[in-house]
């Protein structure tokens, strides 16, 4: 019900909005001011939307980023009713940090935090688990939050914390391990494969 109550708001907007569960995200190419206006003009859409349909908007969790590499953008301002909506680098979306660069080195060190201290829980749990019971929490829990970032820097970050984990699972030649180099690669044919059927 509620996906069928919320998916009314892509009704009368001359701009593109993309939903998923309860986030919502507005968005227009700007080549001069018409577009601004057409983007201004949706968001007041947005907001009436919600009052009539007596639904809340957190404003503190509105942001708006400008994907661009040149700076015509920063005298733009844009309002949710008559509050202004913080311009930010970058931001969360399911999950995924993106940046106004498209450059997702945020992203690759998020993730390397959240690697790393999964990594930590798993050494302080499973201190005397056998090499298969660590090697099993480390695929459940470590690898699991890995990216597949294309940076070789990036790459080998993540590879350390791998590494870390075989030594910790006194294996220290990654004997029978799966390195994340093959991991990556069926992940890509798989998102290749989506995208072609």
């Not at 708006?64 to 920063?74: D, I, W």
């Not at 990594?119 to 201190?127: E, V």
């Not at 590879?159 to 992940?187: D, H, S, Y």
């Amino acid at each position: 019900m509620f996906l069928a109550y919320v998916n009314v708001i892509r009704r009368n907007t001359a701009s593109n909005i993309r939903l998923f569960g309860d986030d919502c995200i507005a968005y227009r190419k700007i080549m001069d001011s018409r577009d601004i206006d057409k983007l201004l003009m949706c968001l007041n859409r947005l907001g009436k939307w919600a009052v009539e349909n007596e639904l809340k908007i957190n404003p503190g969790k509105n942001k708006a980023v400008s994907f661009t590499k040149a700076r015509l953008n920063e005298r733009i301002w844009y309002y949710l009713w008559d509050q202004l909506i913080p311009k930010v680098n970058s931001f969360k979306y399911l999950g995924i940090i993106i940046r106004n660069h498209l450059n997702f080195a945020d992203h690759v060190s998020y993730t390397l935090i959240k690697a790393r201290k999964a990594f930590h829980f798993i050494m302080r749990i499973i201190k005397r688990g056998n090499n298969n019971t660590k090697r099993l929490a480390y695929t459940a829990l470590v690898r699991a939050v890995c990216w597949d970032p294309y940076r070789e820097g990036q790459v080998s970050a993540l590879n350390r914390v791998q590494k870390r984990e075989a030594k910790f699972a006194n294996n220290t030649k990654e004997q029978g391990w799966n390195t994340l180099a093959p991991c990556r690669m069926i992940i890509r044919i798989c998102a290749l494969f989506k995208a072609y059927t």
